[in-house]
């Protein structure tokens, strides 16, 4: 009995020190979202029940090995036993009705990130390779941002363009696909304001690394003034060249095109673009002239730029007046 209060003792402050080890670490971003809280709940418990078992398979066998070893010299048979019954069906038993109680609580923590607000906003959300737009259908904003109001529920109507995408922001905790052909729904409540981002989760290509978009999680009042802001600006963007950007963002050219003077290993960059002297695959050069972008838009199989396959670029159905206004918008980017 002595060794089994001995083990036991030592099981139960092995399990405190390893949680607390575990939980010191920061395993975990910072909790930004209400469903985050019921998953942070279960997953602490998971924690809690990881350090206990831990500690149940370890410290007896280190318990073990360490008093009953084989003393020098001894030769005699260690004890026989021949089974215990009531040992087996308590070790079958209990884990059974641990693992029912975690189901519960998975169950119960599922209803809390699926739980529906008839109120909740709907933003549109659309992948493309490799970034993400966003869509505000009640106020005509199409944006690369993110902008979300706190403590109100928001539900993501998420569509991929080309493959198969996953809409992840670590703060949130919750991960959802965006799957070609199908709109997929997330819904979260922002509960913490700042700045955060979004990631794609599943390997989508070459420039999966860099598909990433901002988030903004602001107080009502300033979510209200961003909205105003961005109304204004699209009201005034009836230019040529603030049409083209609208139509660059809503496809989602700045994916694979760099506007900056950055590039992306994914397609020629923009920037300083309309003028220059372009080499091709062929060896030949020619210059980024009104006729040369209009091709390469229409037909991007026409004209192979060295280093880049026009194979990549999704088909898009776009009017004369469109592509000039595209092309008037990469003039401006210099």
Known sequence: MRHFVIVGILVIVTAILTYVGLDSVGLLPVEASAQAVSIDWLWNWQVVAISFLFSLIVVPMAYSLVVFRRRKGDTTDAEHIEGNTTLEIAWTVVPLIIVVIFAYMGAYSLGEIKRVDPDAVVI???????????????????????????????????????????????????????????????????????????????????????????????EEVNYEKWLAEQQAIAAAAQTPEGQGKLLVVKNGCGGCHSITSTPLPSAPTWFGLFGSNVELADGSTVVADDAFLTESIVDPTAKEVKGFSPSTMPPYVLTEEEVANIIAYIKTLK
């Open 124 to 218: 549109k959300v659309k992948a493309q390779q490799f970034q993400w737009t966003f869509e505000y259908p009640e106020y005509g904003i199409i944006s690369t941002e993110l902008h979300l109001p706190v403590n109100q529920q928001v539900v993501l109507k998420m569509e991929a363009v080309d493959v198969i995408h996953s809409f992840w922001v670590p703060e949130f905790r919750i991960k959802q696909d965006v799957v070609p052909g199908r709109v997929t729904e997330y819904r979260v409540t922002p509960n913490l304001v700042g700045l955060y981002k979004v990631r794609c989760a599943e390997l989508c290509g070459s420039g999966h690394a860099v598909m990433e978009g901002l988030v903004v999680v602001s």
